[in-house]
């Protein structure tokens, strides 16, 4: 789950990592009051949504007084921004962040995350901040650190220097800036997050260590943990039918192709998606509707598919174990009953209740086609979509 940059430096904040004192407001004129309170030469005005470079989009502003800053609200508020994140249909800005300036001497880089593969933490360090890191990465390597640490209580000395020395700070700075690496583990450990990315993270004239921006996201499979996070949710930020599919407790993500995938299991539907793709469609969606799916489930699932104006064809393949084929079948067809179905339909089922599920479906009166292996469904939708 993501949340917002006001939302992020707030819980940093309770951490104890330094970050500029500001405001939020959902309409100018409560934005135009609490922004009285903050003390400074110039305003920092930062339209909120879950996507990365509103800076160069036109969604960062510095403001010299209220009044321009009344102004730049009024054109911000509402406007749909468009960064390379959005995609073009862009992003509607529906609440307004605004801050102190701050007085920048260096920029750098830094996040957070976990690495899977190693089964550790990993800091990404850089001295070039405020670009994107994957330009950095692709221009000048050398110029980005990894440091790889054990899950611990708490992250040492040692190890804080490890990150910081590309930074090459010292004295007060090189204090402050260990004390943010200390913090910033401890609520990444703490909130159960899968990613904090500062950038920029500063050093100020007056050589303090400041998070400039923030974007954090947590594991959504922790959330029952820590409700004050769950409230942070911002749907207006988030793909409907992705939505739709939390409230059943399916694993759905939108993708760009045509082809609509239903499975259970997580590794059967990257494999899925890797053979529409070998077969040289792409996958709609990636959907696991899990092991234990019931028939209710199993027909959300096959709505939320079709709801995709972009779905050409759907391939449903699922191998029953825990998660009977007979259930999937009926799933399907309670759906088809409602829906009207219009695009080609390939269904492979193998495993527990496979004859009982092949059989209601093959008296379902849909029109269907049948596969017997994996191989063999990805050849028939794409041929079906042509």
Excluded: W
Aim: hydrophobic share 40%; aromatic share 4%; with cysteine.
């Amino acid at each position: 789950m993501n949340i917002h940059e006001h939302q992020a430096k707030q819980i940093l904040k309770e951490f104890g990592v330094a970050v500029p004192e500001g405001v939020v407001g959902f309409t100018v004129e409560e934005l135009l009051e609490k922004c009285k309170s903050l003390k400074t030469d110039k305003f920092v005005l930062k339209a909120q949504i879950h996507a990365g470079g509103r800076g160069k989009a036109g969604g960062v502003k510095i403001l010299d007084n209220l009044e321009e800053l009344r102004k730049s609200a009024k054109e911000l508020l509402g406007k749909k921004l468009v960064t390379h994140q959005t995609g073009p249909e862009g992003r509607e800005v529906k609440r307004l962040y605004v801050e102190v300036s701050s007085k920048i001497e260096k920029e750098f880089y830094l996040s957070c995350l976990v690495d899977r593969a190693s089964s550790k933490i990993v800091f990404i360090s850089s001295d070039q901040g405020g670009m994107d890191i994957e330009e950095v990465a692709i221009k000048s390597p050398n110029k980005i650190l990894t440091t790889k640490v054990e899950l611990e209580d708490e992250i040492s000395n040692e190890q804080c220097e490890e990150i910081i020395k590309i930074f090459n700070l010292d004295g007060s700075s090189k204090i402050e800036a260990i004390s943010l690496i200390k913090s910033l583990y401890k609520m990444f450990i703490k909130t159960d997050a899968n990613m904090v990315e500062v950038n920029p993270l500063i050093l100020t004239k007056e050589k303090k260590i400041i998070c400039l921006d923030a974007k954090v996201n947590f594991d959504s499979n922790a959330l029952f943990r820590h409700p004050e996070i769950l409230k942070l949710r911002d749907l207006n930020e988030e793909d409907p039918a992705e939505i739709e599919a939390s409230k059943f407790d399916l694993a759905y993500i939108k993708l760009d192709g045509n082809i609509g995938c239903m499975v259970n299991g997580a590794g059967l539907a990257m494999a899925t998606m890797d053979i529409i793709k070998l077969y040289g469609q792409e996958p709609a969606n990636f959907l696991d509707v899990g092991g234990g799916a019931s028939k209710e489930k199993v027909s959300a699932a096959f709505k939320i598919i079709l709801s995709d104006q972009n779905v050409r064809g759907i391939l449903i393949n699922i191998f029953g174990g825990i998660m009977r084929c007979d259930v999937l079948a009926q799933g399907v067809v309670d759906a088809a009953k409602e829906i009207n179905i219009s695009v080609p339909l390939v269904v492979r089922l193998a495993g527990t209740n496979f004859k009982e599920g092949k059989e209601i479906l093959d008296n379902s009166g849909l029109k269907l086609i049948s596969a017997e292996n994996l191989d063999d469904a990805a050849k028939k939708i794409v041929e079906a979509i042509k």
